[in-house]
Every structure is written in structure tokens, then in C-alpha cells.
């Protein structure tokens, strides 16, 4: 009976975990992946409070912000190139982040349930609408100016997905897509593009006091 009793105990610990709980009925803990507005920072952090929440998973850097200028910031993951994750913040105090992005092929991380390389077609899907963006071959080619409203905007709460798509290479891609100036995604040659989301993160709004 014994032996019973304990292969019972061993098959519903098993079936427990495949579906994603503990033997005691608890959720099993499962991985971060996703970035959120509270994870792997909240609207209420600071450069001093990440830093301390990471410990030696994070450390003050200078990130680059485009057209060759930087700006210092909270690296996190600072060793592991794939799992890094850069975090920018509001003023020169840096309470309040600004910013959290990421890129690299092998990333792990996601947001709004978009990953990197997934298509610029498919993720206007999800936002159910077109997709204002920058023109490519320009500083900030391909960075998403605004979602028109769309379901993005508001589907992650207290921030919004910040992305940057490229286009793929070797595709020949028209004149038109490139330039200084917004385009939007739905663009009768941006088909030709095979755009993807080459940088992923999320974007906050600045504190009211600043």
C-alpha cells in the first residue's frame, strides 16, 4: 500500500506540473519572458531602486539613443548578450523610467505578445490597424512613431510597446520607404520590404512631476 500510495502521490505531482501548478494546487513559478509595465520595471522605479531590486544583474551604462549620441543608463543582464535589456529613464535625477528595449535574435523577451522578428504584416494585425512609422535609411528608420489608435496603444496599460522594424535584406525595397519622413504600414511597397521587429521593448509616459 505503501508503494501504491507513493506512485499515486508521484503521478499527480507530474500531472500537476504539466499543466503548469505545483502538487499543493499552486500555480507552478514559471520564467520571466514577458515585459510588462511592471516588469522588469514599474512606472515608480528608479535607476537606484532597479539597480538595487537586479543587484549584480544590473549595472549604470552609457546607452546608445541614436545618431551617435548616448545616455546613461541601467543595463540588466550586462554579461549575457542574449538576455540583455536596457533601461532608460525621465530627467537627470532618472526617477521615472522612460524606456526598456531590447534586440538581438536570440532574445527571449516579448512584448504585448510581439516578438523580435515577427512581421511588420502581423503585428498590424494585431493592431488592428495601420502603423505609423519612420521611413528606413534614416536615424530611427523603422521606429514606430504611433499605432492610429489601434489596439496596441492601450493593450498594456500604464506604457506601450516601443518598436523599431527593419526590412529584410536583399529584398530591393522601393525608394519610397526610405527617407526622413513617417510612413504608414500599409504602404502598397512596403509588402516588398518583409519588414520585422528588430527592436522590442515598452515606452512610459513622464512622471507628472517633471
Known sequence: MRKVGIGILAALAATALLFGQSAGGKPAPQPRRAITCNWPVGPFDSARTVLRRFGRQARME?????????????VLFPNDPRRRIEVLFWGSTRHGPQSVNFAGARAPWTAAGIRLGDSLASVSRRNGRAINMQMFDADYGGAVHSFNGGRLESVMGDCEPMITFSPTHGTGYSNSLSGDGAIESDHPDMAKARAYVSVLGVHFPPPTDQ
Open 62 to 74: 552609457d546607452i546608445g539613443i541614436g545618431e551617435g549620441e548616448t545616455e546613461r543608463g541601467v
